[in-house]
């Protein structure tokens, strides 16, 4: 099984012998606010007589709070350290720069 993912190069170490890459997951990631998700988790718990008397309310109380917002996704970091010449047949990606890079099971 194969599967290819695109990682954004974020951090280039060069001692002039050995290269490392950092690498990050190359998606977008929406911030949630923390209120949306509080609504949204009341809201699927609810029958519809209930939520109309009770959704105002908890979007009154959730109103005078402050709006905390998280990532939805925790992406992957990857570090990879190689030689100098292989960084050089790889046409020597910079920082931003996009990487594919092949995740086979073994």
């Not at 695109?6 to 997951?25: H, P, S, W």
């Not at 609810?46 to 709070?65: F, W």
């Not at 047949?89 to 996009?98: A, E, K, L, N, Y």
């Amino acid at each position: 099984m194969s599967d290819t993912n695109e990682f954004k190069v974020t951090q280039i170490v060069d001692n002039g012998q050995m290269v490392q890459l950092t690498l990050i997951e190359n998606i977008s990631t929406e911030p949630i606010s923390q209120k949306q998700m509080i609504i949204e988790s009341v809201s699927k718990k609810l029958d519809v007589e209930t939520k109309e008397h009770v959704m105002p309310l908890l979007e009154a109380i959730l109103q005078a709070q402050p709006t905390v917002n998280i990532k939805s996704y925790q992406q992957t970091q990857i570090t990879i350290a190689m030689p100098r010449s292989r960084y050089d047949s790889m046409q020597r990606p910079r920082v931003g720069d996009i990487i594919e890079i092949d995740l086979k099971k073994t």
